[in-house]
């Protein structure tokens, strides 16, 4: 039986400080924030951590929960899908003695709030008392659990700290603010099945709630659907212990039966209790930090902004469903109504694919399942193949709204939905590095081969040969969006290039390993060698924009020729570049919204002739305004990368200051995920020069001056390694933990690793 002090170690965050992120006090000007700073999610639940416990009525922020693929569309004239809210299952409402107990000076800071990253759980405690004096101290837990993606859990525990009265205490799930079609269809005590109007999916909830006061359980009363309520007579040191499971279902097809995967799913949770509940979510968490943590030793700060990015990304992803990808916000917020960016495939893939490749197969399996909506997009447009939804929710189709509000509050155009093509090639790039480090030759033959083929026709339907003897691609929107309906994107065009040499060798290996395979497919796809060989044609004669004199790519037809405009004379602004220059004249420049030319020569470094690269970079790191969030993490990897380690630490430590900083009030509408990916990218593939080549895997790290070592862990082709590059000894240790030997360059070096032996290595390089 459960005791009533039983619970007390589930409140207790994890020792090390380095491990959590917590808050004293409450302010209400900072509350959205925190909400989304707080807040947990298992890839299929993403639960906001604004306070639960409350008076009742509307506070600044209710927690909030999402779930991944539940869309719907607002009947408006433009219909945008969005993530649907959902009830707000965590809500709590304590009287004592008939009147809410609030908090009072004598209390001291009433109100503590604890994100235990370790454990992917949060842990609040609040001192409140009444005009009586009768004061409890709650303290609570919430959680998504990361090995049942179904279930969440929240424990209260009520302690009575001084007085004696009644206590009294609801528990509602909250049908607020469920205003965009949420119906219900059946309602019961603890079970709840809606539909959603405009996509005709459907979602189940159940729930079980239990109390024990001083160990004994208390029969609540029941006074409908999702309502519970207590009340018990309360003296001095008494504990109450509240436990609510709440299961989560989504339907998206009529022959679907949400309503029992969240009824068994409660079952299965009831059976394990919720110690058991808690014990299996904090194993999956500890494994995924095994797999996944990025430990730097001699800058703290670093190493909490490392591992709050990646809290987020083992959060985010979900390796048991196909129909959903990483939006913009993952789980944490509304901004961009859940959509799914490039992000996923730029930002957040590498991640995935090297620490957690059964994660990166299901967000690429969503690309291969969306295939349809991005073929049906080509073809409305006049092309071939498949053009891949700027912004894609559930089906594929483009949900790229064609108007917004600017950052100067002005309503604009949005030609992204258009003209934003660079998404299919970025799609063809994570799939490729999927291959490359997991040699999943299922998922190659029977998804990957296809999504490769079907962007590379696309490509070469959209590139066309002119009168120059060249290829032009005319009229797209690169990664930086301050310029619009441009022709020769480098970005764009070399990474179609690469995109369609990349299709080519799919094809030749299909043939050579798989023919029938290949039979089935080219002739599925109507593929003929006179098609491919249009292919070929168009990938030597594309234009890139490529001065082989200065080895400058010119990030357009033109650009060189647009205003140079100095922005060391707008350091310090508060607003961005635009909003500063307005509009045309930013358009009528050379300054960048973000990485674009420098995003290239992150992802493509073997297309940048000889020291081409430093080239480019120092012509476009200057000329960048920084106006996404994902702008400085390919700065920083690049400047990693060149040996600017100052550089890229302060772009390191500028991204992770986007969610972490208090002055920063743009997280309200979520975590910037594609940031927080791109801590990892800086780390790895910036200061520890990881790198994937097509029989090896190399590092040739240089790691910033205030950094002793850097260590983590990587999966490749079914081996586990960790790496520990030493800055202060010069020295690299690598360890096979699982898998068969495998060649692994260093600085250049080519050695072989196996488990044999530990691989203990001084780098020639003083850079480290
Ligand atoms: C950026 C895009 C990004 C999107 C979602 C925009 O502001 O310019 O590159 O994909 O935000 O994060």
Not at 186 to 195: A, I, K
Not at 253 to 276: F, H, I, N, V
Request: glycine share 8%.
């Amino acid at each position: 039986m459960t005791s009533a002090r039983t619970m007390d170690h589930v409140f207790t965050p994890s020792a090390d400080p380095n491990w959590v992120i917590s808050e004293a006090g409450y302010d209400c000007l900072l509350e959205i924030s925190r909400g989304v700073r707080f807040a947990i999610s298992n890839g299929f639940l993403g639960v906001r951590g604004a306070r639960a416990i409350h008076r009742g009525g509307r506070w600044v922020a209710t927690s909030r929960t999402l779930v991944a693929g539940l869309f719907d569309t607002a009947d408006e004239e433009e219909a945008i899908p969005g993530l649907v809210a959902t009830p707000d299952w965590l809500q709590i409402h304590i009287l004592l003695d008939g009147e809410p107990p609030v908090h009072r000076p004598g209390d001291g800071k009433s109100q503590r709030r604890i994100l235990d990253m370790h454990r992917g759980a949060v842990i609040t405690e609040r001192r409140l008392s009444n005009a009586s004096d009768v004061g409890v101290l709650i303290r609570s837990l919430h959680l998504a659990c990361l090995n049942q993606h179904a279930t969440a859990l929240q424990l209260i525990q009520l302690e009575n700290t001084r007085g004696e009265g009644e206590v009294q205490i609801a528990l509602n799930a909250s049908f607020e603010g469920l205003d965009i079609g949420l119906l219900p269809d059946r309602m019961e005590q603890g079970f709840g099945l809606w539909h959603v109007l405009g996509s005709g999916k459907r979602l189940a909830m159940a729930a079980e709630l239990s109390l024990r006061v001083d160990g004994q359980k208390v029969s609540p009363m029941i006074s409908g659907p999702f309502k519970w309520a207590w009340s018990w007579k309360s003296k001095p040191g008494q504990v109450a212990c509240l436990e609510r499971l709440v299961t989560v279902a989504r339907g998206d097809t009529d022959d679907a039966d949400p309503g029992s995967d969240a009824r068994d799913a409660l079952a299965a949770a009831q059976r394990l209790g919720w110690s058991g509940v808690v014990a299996a979510h904090e194993a999956a968490w500890a494994s995924r930090w095994d797999c996944s943590a990025v430990e730097v030793e001699g800058d703290p700060a670093a190493q909490q902004a490392l591992r709050f990015a990646l809290y987020h990304l083992n959060g985010a992803a979900n390796p048991d469903d196909e129909r959903v990808s990483i939006a913009a916000r993952a789980l944490t917020g509304d901004d961009y109504h859940g959509h799914v960016f490039w992000d996923t495939e730029i930002y957040l893939l590498p991640f995935y694919i090297l620490t957690w490749p059964e994660a990166a197969r299901a967000l690429l399996m969503y690309r291969f399942n969306t295939l349809d909506g991005a073929r049906a997009k080509a073809a409305g447009l006049g092309w071939r193949g498949a053009l891949y939804a700027w912004e894609s929710a559930d089906t594929g189709a483009e949900t790229c709204p064609s108007r917004a509000l600017g950052p100067d509050r002005k309503v604009i155009d949005v030609n992204c939905g258009l003209q934003e093509q660079h998404i299919s090639a970025d799609v063809a790039y994570a799939v490729w590095q999927y291959w490359q480090a997991t040699c999943d030759e299922v998922f190659l033959r029977d998804a990957g081969a296809e999504i490769l083929l079907e962007t590379a026709r696309f490509w070469s339907s959209r590139a066309q040969p002119e009168a120059d003897g060249q290829c032009h691609i005319r009229g797209v929107i690169g990664p930086d969006e301050y310029h619009e309906s441009i022709d020769d994107n480098a970005f764009t065009n070399v990474m179609a290039r690469w995109n369609i040499r990349r299709a080519l060798d799919v094809a030749a290996l299909l043939l050579a390993r798989w023919p029938e395979r290949w039979e089935s497919l080219s002739s599925r796809l109507g593929l003929g060698n006179a098609e491919l060989e249009q292919w070929r044609s168009v990938a030597e004669t594309i234009a890139t924009g490529l001065d082989p004199g200065t080895g400058l790519f010119e990030q357009f037809a033109g650009f060189f020729t647009l205003e140079d405009i100095d922005l060391a004379n707008y350091a310090g602004r508060s607003v961005p570049l635009d909003v500063v220059l307005g509009r045309e004249r930013t358009q009528a420049s050379q300054v960048v919204k973000q990485a674009d030319v420098v995003a290239l020569l992150a992802l493509l470094p073997d297309e940048f002739p000889r020291d081409s690269g430093e080239k480019n970079f120092d012509y476009y790191a200057p000329r960048c305004g920084h106006g996404s969030s994902l702008s400085r993490a390919m700065h920083g990897l690049v400047a990693a990368r060149l040996g600017d380690t100052d550089a890229a630490l302060d772009f390191f430590r500028e991204v992770s200051a986007i969610d972490l900083d208090d002055s920063q009030a743009a997280v309200e509408g979520g975590v910037h995920i594609a940031g927080l990916g791109g801590i990892w990218l800086m780390a790895v593939f910036g200061f520890a020069g990881l790198s994937l080549h097509s029989d090896y895997l190399a590092v040739d790290p240089r790691l910033p001056a205030t950094w002793r070592s850097l260590s983590f862990g990587v999966q490749w082709r079914s081996r586990s390694l960790k790496i520990r590059i030493g800055r202060t000894t010069g020295s690299l240790e690598a360890t096979l933990e699982t898998g068969e030997p495998m060649k692994f360059v260093i600085c250049g070096e080519p050695f072989t690793l196996s488990r044999a032996e530990k691989l203990s290595v001084r780098m020639k390089s003083n850079d480290t």
